[in-house]
């Protein structure tokens, strides 16, 4: 059985790009493509790239 990736999806599915200016966008893009994981990752990985994701977030500037 592969890592679960309930926590993961939830924080991609978190934020909407509509919703933020495009430069932090972009920057919050880098750190989601450098933490995708699948089933076939540990659960350790899975939990690491999903708190990035959600750190990440937390510098996401809203739009006017």
Do not use: K
């Amino acid at each position: 059985m592969g890592a679960d990736l309930t926590a993961y999806n939830a924080a991609l599915a978190a934020v909407v790009e509509a919703d933020y200016i495009p430069a932090s966008w972009a920057a919050y893009q880098v750190v989601v493509a450098a933490n995708v994981v699948t089933v076939d990752n540990t659960a350790e990985e899975v939990a690491t790239a999903t708190a990035n994701i959600i750190a990440a977030q937390a510098d996401l500037v809203p739009a006017p």
